[in-house]
T-cell receptor
Framework: QKEVEQDPGPLSVPEGAIVSLNCTYS??????FMWYRQYSRKGPELLMY????GNKEDGRFTAQVDKSSKYISLFIRDSQPSDSATYLC???????????FGTGTRLQVFP | SAVISQKPSRDICQRGTSLTIQCQVD?????MFWYRQQPGQSLTLIAT?????????ESGFVIDKFPISRPNLTFSTLTVSNMSPEDSSIYLC????????????FGSGTQLSVL
């Protein structure tokens, strides 16, 4: 079993839709949770960072962490074609620098 | 966030040759990380490079195959040696976020194809 599981998609939605991206994990030691966005032929770009259960909002993006269920989500409101990219979840435990990544979910927002 | 320049951005190489990838950061950083991103797979950490010491390699990666240099606090290289088609991948360098070391920032990556 992988430490982090993420549905690879692709996920195709119309412009303006609410998008939900999810990851599950098995290691209860994970304390820090991140979402990265990666455009084609570019490096991953940090979108959201959180270290506690609950919600964190930044503009159209909301990151949600449920440590009891070992489940994290990224919600995108009012999705735009420019949101079309691969979204990677990543996490690490307190005492290490090593990030564990999901495989990424490819999102396409069509006009 | 740090500005990370990585080159080459892409290359096509012959089996058995080596390629050196360069990573330049616009600020001094303690640790630099090298990742591999294979199609359909997670980003996988190859090694951590600290200035002034030998790189620390993750399980499955060895120095003879992926030698790393870290001559100063703003620069690192990763060499992919004696390449085979299985080495075809995206290679990424990354650094911690300075005042926010828990955050990781990435270069734009090197797309390597081995024939």
């Amino acid at each position: 079993q992988k430490e982090v599981e993420q549905d690879p998609g692709p996920l195709s939605v119309p412009e303006g839709a609410i998008v939900s991206l999810n990851c599950t994990y098995s290691n209860s030691a994970f304390q820090y949770f991140m979402w990265y966005r990666q455009y084609s032929r570019k490096g991953p770009e940090l979108l959201m960072y959180t270290y506690s259960s609950g919600n964190k909002e930044d503009g159209r993006f909301t990151a949600q962490v449920d440590k009891s269920s070992k489940y994290i989500s990224l919600f995108i409101r009012d999705s735009q074609p420019s949101d079309s990219a691969t979204y990677l979840c990543a996490m690490r435990s307190y005492n290490t620098d090593k990030l564990i990544f999901g495989t990424g979910t490819r999102l396409q927002v069509f006009p | 966030s740090a500005v990370i320049s990585q080159k080459p951005s892409r290359d096509i190489c012959q089996r058995g040759t080596s390629l050196t990838i360069q990573c330049q950061v616009d600020s001094q950083v303690t640790m630099m990380f090298w990742y591999r991103q294979q199609p359909g797979q997670s980003l996988t950490l190859i090694a951590t490079a600290n200035q002034g010491s030998e790189a620390t390699y993750e399980s499955g990666f060895v120095i003879d195959k992926f030698p790393i240099s870290r001559p100063n606090l703003t620069f690192s290289t990763l060499t992919v040696s004696n390449m085979s088609p299985e080495d075809s991948s995206i290679y990424l360098c990354s650094v911690e976020g300075g005042s926010e070391p828990e955050k990781l920032f990435f270069g734009s990556g090197t797309q390597l194809s081995v024939l």
